[in-house]
């Protein structure tokens, strides 16, 4: 089975620290993805790599970047993270047009 | 913009029930649907993919249909079991982003009774 993990379940870091989620996919997957879940607004797509080194704009990527050096790793970063970006992160891969999403189980992370 | 709707939006029923949870989208192109099951907490499990060219997929107890012309899809679940209960999401993907990304509703939530 095609496996998303990503490096952290919970995580609390203060206002305007840099902040580094990580996820590591290990089925060769060419496109990665960034959502954001929160309630009542359901999932929203921060950020996508459809090759290394190549990313590009979700809907909400105010106040994130992200970095593909290597097929398999999507790194997400807040760059001063605020208390607005509290929240539940998933990281998902898929093989192209025709394949499914496989996500992985998410990070809780908390801004105090 | 591709809108994705689920209704309802939450749902009770006793055990052993059949239940249908209902999708609609807004755009009809599309590459292809997916429904996910989501547990408290936890990331998304997906639990069928159906291409635009397909009616419908099955696994297990779970159906799922598509009709793309009206912009609808059913999840159907036979038998509903306490094990069922979770949101489940429905996930589009359609043109925009290029066709890398997916739309999705907000989810059904649903419990099952013993």
């Known amino acids: 089975d095609v496996k998303v993990t990503q490096s952290s379940r919970y995580l609390v870091k203060r206002t305007g620290e840099k902040v580094f989620l990580e996820c590591v996919q290990d089925m060769d997957h060419e496109n990665m993805f960034w959502y954001r879940q929160d309630p009542g607004l359901g999932l929203r797509l921060i950020y996508f790599?459809?090759?290394?080194?190549?990313?590009e704009k979700g809907d909400i990527p105010e106040g994130y970047s992200v970095s593909r050096e290597k097929k398999e790793r999507f790194s997400l970063i807040l760059e001063s993270a605020s208390t607005n970006q509290t929240s539940m992160y998933l990281c998902?891969?898929?093989?192209?047009?025709?394949?499914?999403?496989?996500f992985g189980s998410g990070t809780r992370l908390t801004v105090v | 913009k591709q809108e994705v709707t689920q209704i309802p939006a939450a749902l009770s029923v006793p055990e052993g029930e059949n239940l249908v949870l209902n999708c609609s989208f807004t755009d009809s192109a599309i590459y292809n649907l997916q429904w996910f099951r989501q547990d408290p907490g936890k990331g998304l499990t997906s639990l069928l993919l159906i291409q635009s060219s397909q009616r419908e997929q099955t696994s297990g107890r779970l159906n799922a249909s598509l009709d793309k012309s009206s912009g609808r899809s059913t999840l159907y679940i036979a038998a509903s079991q306490p094990g069922d209960s979770a949101t489940y999401l429905c996930?589009?993907?359609?043109?925009?982003?290029?066709?890398?990304?997916?739309?999705f509703g907000k989810g059904t939530s649903l419990l099952v009774t013993p």
């Open positions: 998902a891969s898929t093989k192209g047009t025709d394949f499914g999403y496989t």
């Open positions: 790599s459809y090759d290394v080194k190549m990313k």
């Open positions: 996930a589009v993907r359609g043109y925009s982003n290029s066709g890398y990304a997916l739309n």
